[in-house]
């Protein structure tokens, strides 16, 4: 198993650009999230979903939309970036019977 | 929502000494505490997690603890090694809405040999 994957690993944004950040997984798993991180920070919600076609906000949603059309992917999309958009971000996915939660190996933004 | 607040920010330690991160948890839901351990520029990976029914859990040189009347939890590292160098953060979770996680803002550990 690759487990969870994402891409680009490294984007470099104008403000104002959009883009979509990747993300899948192959372990089946219904529930998956995106973070992100700031630098020196701890991890923030952005959107999670329960399973394909059910997406819900997180703590920080403003800026980003999601969608999830199979189990397999959660694309993050980021529509007229802007720098306070600069950070990483975590993709994340697990079962909902356990509550580990399996992370990708992030994609770091920058957007000047 | 569930607010969750980590401390000491940063912590240096002597090689082979303990080191303690505590944290703090607003929601009495919560019933779900893991660790996670991030090494610079790579993901969080899970190292130990405690439910509410259980006040201990302890793996080798790791082990939580978890007071529920006082709504905190705590992360010891014992014979700490260079390699437990890293940012630890602690998180909680109700188990509702897809088992969501509230994490707190992060430890930087520093072992010095």
């Known amino acids: 198993n690759a487990g969870v994957t994402q891409t680009p690993k490294f984007r470099i944004l104008k403000i104002g650009q959009s883009m979509t950040l990747q993300c899948t997984q192959d372990m089946n798993h219904n529930y998956m999230y995106w973070y992100r991180q700031d630098p020196g920070m701890g991890l923030k919600l952005i959107y999670y979903s329960v399973g394909a076609g059910i997406t819900d906000k997180g703590e920080v949603p403003n800026g980003y939309n999601v969608s999830r059309s199979t189990t397999e992917d959660f694309p993050l999309r980021l529509e007229l970036a802007a720098p306070s958009q600069t950070s990483v971000y975590f993709c994340?996915?697990?079962?909902?019977?356990?509550?580990?939660?399996?992370f990708g190996p992030g994609t770091r933004l920058t957007v000047t | 929502g569930e607010n969750v607040e980590q401390h000491p920010s940063t912590l240096s330690v002597q090689e082979g000494d303990s080191a303690v991160i505590k944290c703090t948890y607003s929601?009495?839901?919560?019933?779900?505490f893991p660790w996670y351990k991030q090494e610079l520029g790579k993901r969080p990976q899970l190292i130990i997690d405690?439910?509410?029914?259980?006040g201990e859990k302890k793996d080798q040189r790791i082990a939580v603890t978890l007071n529920k009347t006082a709504k905190h939890f705590s992360l010891h590292i014992t014979e700490t090694q260079p390699e437990d160098s890293a940012v630890y953060f602690c998180a909680a979770s109700t188990g509702a809405a897809g088992n969501k996680l509230t994490f707190g803002g992060g430890t930087r550990v520093l072992v010095k040999p």
């Open positions: 994340a996915s697990t079962y909902p019977d356990i509550n580990e939660q399996y």
């Open positions: 929601d009495s839901a919560s019933n779900y």
């Open positions: 405690i439910r509410s029914n259980v």
